[in-house]
């Protein structure tokens, strides 16, 4: 073909986006690797899956992995595999492995994003999105946690970017490849992770874009989804059928998911708390980003019409996770993909003298505060941690394990022994009945009106800086 001065120019944009994006790769890596495995696990949410996977690789059971002697059906163990997986070469699970999932989902997650930012604007736009995306906070610290929604939020935002591709293309090949990622997400988390289909029918109809739903009437696509879904409500029913339905797809997975009925002026500001949160700092610049792109949209329709793709993505995660009965911060995490394409976009189109020195001054500040945040939040959290007694008092003697109002999955994880979980509603000397020949690791807080002939401690320490006390065999 002929070397045209717009051919050129496309090849020389294709060159110059290919040296960015790969200047990306190994700064989010920087970013995201420079601690692993250095905080401690001080929730039964960060042990979890860490625990599953030791199960796994002690067991060999990789479809029903159990936690503590029972199998786990509350979420799908697509998490737990690759946990596994990762602890496969050394034979054990530790700190690094359990995270190391998260950081390489992290990564691809700001890749996907700067692809998003190109696909759908320009390449400027597309590094911009990436190098946001890598330094808002959620992204930053979910990296290093051991829990599925940093793998949730790279199959949602593949699922999307596949559909992108498509529509591009027009190919129904990555439709179908739109429908397996959308089961990955499933895989990830249970039906937070079929948001996706969610997120292109809002589209298409805010669009009025008739071809994008008739895109999604997919035979071979639908058809893979139903296998992957149907597949895990297989296994969970064959471990137990009632306690699965009952408690698993009606508790877990549906009311989880419904309004709680709280009223007052919570209903709206903890979501929006929350999402801000997961956000920061660019979270500032998003009113100027929307501003701008509805500013716009009779000059440019095309763009306004990518742009919806954005808000509707943003707008469906916050409208089904906002109503959902639970309010944590990690589940607004695929909030953080669209915005920061939103953000890149009003960036690249900004008119402004230098503005790659501000931008690149600024993502430094950003950046350099979030690391020195992270050493000093990982240095307290580590101290608030200290199971020392209660490792050399077990050493002494070995005997059953049995928690109180304390993390039970870190002693187990931390431990390497199952820890049996009691209510915290009965008396002491109940409890130390139920423990007799064991030890009883008692959170400090309920034993202020405990009765004073309590037993002598024989060790003490403190998990995520909540003290406990343990009682047993002297």
């Known amino acids: ?56 690789l002690a067991r060999g059971e990789w479809l029903l992995p159990q936690l503590n002697g029972r199998v786990y059906l509350n979420k799908p163990p697509l998490y737990a595999w690759l946990v596994a997986l990762a602890s496969w070469p050394r034979g054990a699970v530790t700190q690094t492995t359990a995270a190391l999932p998260s950081l390489l989902a992290a990564v691809g997650l700001v890749v996907l994003t700067a692809w998003l930012g190109r696909r759908l604007f320009d390449p400027a736009a597309g590094l911009a999105a990436g190098l946001v995306a890598a330094t808002m906070y959620g992204v930053f610290t979910l990296a290093r946690v051991p829990m599925p929604d940093m793998l949730l939020c790279l199959a949602f935002t593949g699922a999307v970017a596949t559909f992108v591709a498509a529509d591009a293309r027009g190919g129904r090949g990555a439709v179908v490849a739109f429908y397996a990622l959308v089961g990955v997400a499933f895989w990830s988390k249970g039906p937070a992770g079929l948001l996706p289909l969610a997120v292109i029918i809002v589209y298409a109809l805010a669009a009025r874009d008739r071809e994008t739903l008739a895109r999604l009437v997919s035979a071979p696509g639908i058809a893979l989804l139903a296998l992957l879904v149907a597949a895990w409500w297989r296994l969970g029913a064959a471990a137990g059928r009632e306690a699965f339905t009952e408690g698993v797809v009606q508790g877990d997975m549906l009311r989880w998911y419904l309004p709680s009925g709280g009223g007052g002026r919570r209903l709206l500001t903890e979501p929006l708390a929350q999402a801000a949160t997961v956000l920061l700092p660019w979270v500032a610049l998003l009113p100027a980003a929307v501003a ?24 469906v995660v916050f409208v089904a996770i906002g109503a959902s009965r639970e309010q944590r911060m990690r589940y607004y ?9 939103l953000i890149g976009a009003w960036w690249s189109a900004r008119p402004w003298r230098r503005r790659a020195a501000a931008f690149a001054a600024a993502w430094l500040l950003v950046a350099g505060s979030l690391v020195a945040l992270e050493r000093r939040w990982t ?7 200290d199971l ?16 109180v109002e304390t993390p039970e999955l870190v002693l187990a994880f931390y431990l390497d022994a199952p820890v049996v979980r009691l209510s915290g509603a009965e008396r002491l000397d109940e409890q130390l009945a139920r423990a007799r020949g064991g030890y009883l690791v008692v959170a400090d807080r309920m034993l202020r009106d405990a009765e004073a002939s309590r037993p002598h401690p024989v060790a003490a320490g403190r998990i995520g800086g909540r003290r406990f006390t343990v009682f047993g065999p002297e």
């Open 1 to 56: 073909m002929p070397h045209t001065p717009a051919r050129e120019e496309r090849l020389s944009q294709r060159r110059r986006w290919a040296f960015l994006s790969g200047l990306l790769l190994p700064v989010a890596g920087a970013l995201f690797f420079f601690d692993l495995g250095a905080r401690v696990l001080a929730t039964n949410d960060e042990t979890r899956f860490p625990l599953l996977a030791r199960d796994i």
């Open 333 to 341: 995490l695929p909030l953080c993909p669209p915005v920061a394409v």
């Open 388 to 403: 020392a007694g209660l490792t050399a008092a077990r050493q002494r003697l070995a005997a059953p394990l049995y928690a």
């Open 292 to 315: 701008s792109a509805v500013g716009g949209r009779a000059r440019d329709g095309e763009r306004w019409r990518r742009t919806m793709l954005l808000l509707g993505w943003a707008a």
């Open 379 to 385: 240095a307290g959290a580590n101290a608030a941690t």
